[in-house]
């Protein structure tokens, strides 16, 4: 993985049109990018449609991305799991029948240099979710990793879908709270 | 930064989250496309739940990814023409070669492929010849039947060859116990690996005194005392497989807890002091579990 400011200056250069800094990013980002949309997508060819329009993406709007906002890995990471969540979200609503079967779980390859470089940010946001009632915590980590709606989540707490919807909010809001989010 | 409602603020963050559904996605794309300041808070909470992302396992997505979303910027930047010799026949139609990359699903293909391409841009800086072997090569690999008879290849050169797709893998699920004095002070995060169940411990408090040694433990009410799981701190980063012998149920509902030893940690096995920090695990990254439906 190339530091944050050598992908702050890649996509710099892809904002110009270079064709060889963006195979860089891409080599440097897909695997991390793949496996949050995987995650949430549970279908290889889904999954591979959504990275393909995330770099897309990527690619055409490189010249809006502001480091001053935004870390380069939680940018792009947002332009995927956006696009994931909005694919998710229409297919649930069209038909959940149509899903083949899941995906079989197979054994994550441990990745112990990932966890050397848990950042300060994380710390403190992990922080912030333990101080969270249990259920809430399980409740606002499943959604974002799992992308679950709140129809999924409700069934997944067996409680009402407006409850769930009260739950995320006040979770968010204690969590804007502990962080001390404008 | 203008003031916003808190329906505003939990939108904001819930678009973030991902649990808004397909009608207020759209309502808040919207607002970004109109409200800059708006589009600031819905991407400073993208930030703020995007470090979760550093528990996510990298999943390498196949070769061919590339060749599409390389086709695909392709046909969106401007590409220099392909120029052809006054005397050479009438053209025949040339095919965009990243097209021909995708149409024939053909290792041999696309091999040649990038080559013309090279070809190509070198042949907009030399001669014409080039270019016209260059449009040539094109058509042979394209289409074989707008070649005169003596140079259209003796058999079509599109071959089938089998990608095989590698069931992907999935992620298993990541605890985290954040083993604290008290709410805001951290001494030391415990990650878990669900599959493998190796944990991981970073300091992030304070070093142990000088001659003593921090000692993790494990308590569960199923187990007569304390187990131990080894001396912390010693570094900012430990490592170790010792959870493997605790089946799931025991190390997700136990107490980690930390007591300040002897050098080396307790020569009896046992702790020897109360307990300084403590934390039960909190499920990160959950597996990837069917979801339940809809409704």
Redesign the interface.
Known sequence: MLTPAELVWLIAAVAK?D?AA??RL?AAT???L???V???L?R?DL??EV??EA??KI??SAGQFNPG???P???M??IA?NRA??VV??R??SS?EEEPA???????????L??????E???R???C???LE?DR??L??????????????A??FATPVNTVKTW??RS??D??EC?G?? | ?MAYS?DH??LA??Y???????DE?AQVETMMSVDKDFT?MV??W?????????????????P???D???T??GH??PQEPLVLPQAAPPPPPVPDISELAVAMDDSNVIQLSAKVRRWRNIATLTTAIAAALVAMIAVQAWRPELLPEGIRPKKPRTQVVEVK?P??????AQY?A?LQKD??S?AF?L?V?G??K?F?V?K?GAAAEPGKSFELWLISDRLQRPRSLGVIGGSD?T?RPVLSSYDADTINAATFAVTVEQAGGSPEGKPTSAPIYA?KL??????????????
């Open positions: 049109g064709e963006f195979e891409y897909r695997a991390k793949f496996g949050v995987l995650r949430i549970r290889q999954a591979e990275i393909q770099y897309v690619w055409n906002l935004s870390s890995i939680t940018w990471a947002s799991r969540i909005d979200r229409k649930t609503e959940i899941a995906m079989e779980v197979a054994a994550d390859t441990p990745d112990p990932a966890r050397r470089e848990m950042t940010e994380l710390k946001l992990l922080e979710v333990g101080r249990p915590q399980k606002v980590l499943l959604a974002y990793y799992n992308g679950w709606s709140r129809e999924q989540l069934a997944k995320l909010r968010m809001m969590i804007r962080l989010l404008e | 930064m808190e603020i939990a963050a819930e973030a989250l991902g649990t808004l559904d397909a996605r600031a991407q400073a993208e930030q703020k739940l995007g470090v979760l992302n550093q528990m996510v396992g990298s999943i390498e997505p196949r061919e990814v590339w599409k979303i390389r695909a910027i969106s930047a797709v069931a992907a893998p999935v992620p298993s985290v954040v709410v805001g951290p995060i990650t690996d599959a493998t190796n991981t970073r992030v980063f490592a934390g909190i499920e990160t990254v959950p597996p990837a579990a069917a979801p339940p439906p809809a409704r």
